[in-house]
C-alpha cells in the first residue's frame, strides 16, 4: 500500500540554524500538506499546497517558513531560523482529491529538536 | 474561531468491550469530520470519516455518529482490542478550506 515516507526521523538542530524536513508525498496525489505537534498538544495545520503553490497557511506559518516542491516526487518545509519553540513533530500529509471531502494520508513525522 | 475539543483524555476498557470516544465542535460551519487513530511514534492514520449530511457511519468495526444538533461526534470501536490501543483524534474541516482542525486526543488503553 502507498504511503507517505518523510526525512529524517529526528533533526537535532541549534536555534538559530536553518533546517530542512523532507517528504515524498504518495505519487498520485495532488495536494500537500504540513502539520506539525508539540508535544502533548494538538496537531496544528501550517500549509496546504496545490499546483506548485500554497492554497492555505495558519498564523504559524510566519516568513520563517517556506514550502517547495523541487521535483516530481519530494515536498519540503524550510525552517530558515529555528527557535526553541519550533521544537515539535511535523507532519507531511497529501492527498488525492479535488472535491471538499478529503482524505489526507500522513506520513511518520520528522522529530525536531532545537537546542 | 473554529476549535475541535474532546472531553475526556484517557479512556480503559476490557478487551472485548466496547469503546466510545467523544469529541465535540465549535463551528456550526464544520461539515468534514474525520477520526484519526495515532499510534506511539507514527502519523496520525485514518480511521472513519462523515460528511455532515449524514448521521451515522460505518466501517470495519467502527462507527462514528454525529449530532449536528449539540455539534458533537462520537467514534464507537466494537470488541476493543490490544490492537486499538492507540491515541484517537477527531478532526474537522469546512467547506472549500482543505486544512483540518484537530482535537487534543484521547488515549484509548486496552486491558486484558
Known amino acids: 500500500e502507498p504511503e507517505v515516507t518523510q526525512t529524517p526521523s529526528h533533526q537535532v ?23 506539525r505537534q508539540i508535544l502533548g498538544q494538538k496537531v496544528e495545520f501550517l500549509v496546504s499546497f496545490y499546483n506548485n503553490e500554497i492554497s492555505e497557511k495558519s498564523e504559524i506559518f510566519d516568513d520563517q517558513f517556506s514550502v517547495e516542491r523541487p521535483d516530481g516526487s519530494n515536498f519540503t518545509l524550510k525552517i530558515r531560523s529555528t527557535k526553541l519553540e519550533d521544537s515539535a513533530m511535523y507532519f507531511c500529509a497529501s492527498g488525492a482529491n479535488a472535491g ?8 511518520p513525522g520528522t522529530r525536531l529538536t532545537v537546542l | 474561531g473554529e476549535s475541535v475539543g474532546l472531553h475526556l483524555p484517557t479512556l480503559s476498557v476490557q478487551e472485548g468491550d466496547n469503546s466510545i470516544i467523544n469529541c465535540a465542535y465549535s463551528n456550526s460551519a464544520s461539515d468534514y469530520f474525520i477520526w484519526y487513530k495515532q499510534e506511539s511514534g507514527k502519523g496520525p492514520q485514518f480511521i472513519i470519516d462523515i460528511r455532515s449530511n449524514m448521521d451515522k457511519r460505518q466501517g470495519q468495526r467502527v462507527t462514528v455518529l454525529l449530532n449536528k444538533t449539540v455539534k458533537h461526534l462520537s467514534l464507537q470501536i466494537a470488541a476493543t482490542q490490544p490492537g486499538d490501543s492507540a491515541v484517537y483524534f477527531c478532526a474537522s474541516k469546512r467547506g472549500s478550506a482543505r486544512q483540518l482542525t484537530f482535537g487534543s486526543g484521547t488515549q484509548l488503553t486496552v486491558l486484558p
Open chain 1, 13 to 35: 538542530t541549534q536555534m538559530g540554524q536553518e533546517v530542512i524536513l523532507r517528504c515524498v508525498p504518495i505519487s498520485n496525489h495532488l495536494y500537500f500538506y504540513w502539520y
Open chain 1, 100 to 107: 471538499s471531502y478529503n482524505e489526507q494520508f500522513f506520513g
